[in-house]
């Protein structure tokens, strides 16, 4: 079956950092582009960052640029999402998800989901 496992959030105080990971296995990693996504409660859930397979070429939204940065090694079959001078705003729960390409990302992108992994700033 195809899975999508995140890991490495937690509670952090503002201004500190947090490297989250996902973890896929079930489908041929290397031909799929990988998103991250987040939702706060009571918010509609938004597109943090994009990374394609063949090039390793990435996508941000404006609102997400600067902070964050998204990896990925092929050979653990994982992506990462690197994120510096957290803020409170950021709490959120952050999901990965895998389609062909980084093309389209945002609503409605994504075929496959993972659990998602808690991040929680502290003031």
């Known amino acids: 079956e195809v899975q999508l496992v995140e890991s490495g959030g937690g509670l952090v105080q503002a201004g500190g950092s947090l490297r989250l990971s996902c973890a896929a296995s079930?489908?041929?990693?290397?031909?799929?582009?990988i998103g991250w996504f987040r939702q706060a409660p009571g918010k509609e859930r938004e597109g943090v960052s994009c990374?394609?397979?063949?090039?390793?070429?990435?996508y941000y939204p404006n609102s997400m640029k600067g902070r964050f940065t998204i990896s990925r090694d092929n050979a653990k079959n994982t992506v990462y999402l690197q994120i510096n001078s957290l803020k409170p705003e950021d709490t959120a729960v952050y999901y990965c998800?895998?389609?062909?390409?980084?093309?389209?990302?945002?609503?409605?992108?994504?075929?496959?989901w993972g659990q998602g992994t808690q991040v929680t700033v502290s003031s």
């Open positions: 998800a895998a389609d062909y390409y980084c093309s389209g990302y945002g609503s409605g992108w994504g075929g496959s």
């Open positions: 079930g489908f041929t990693f290397d031909d799929y582009a």
């Open positions: 990374i394609n397979s063949v090039d390793g070429s990435t």
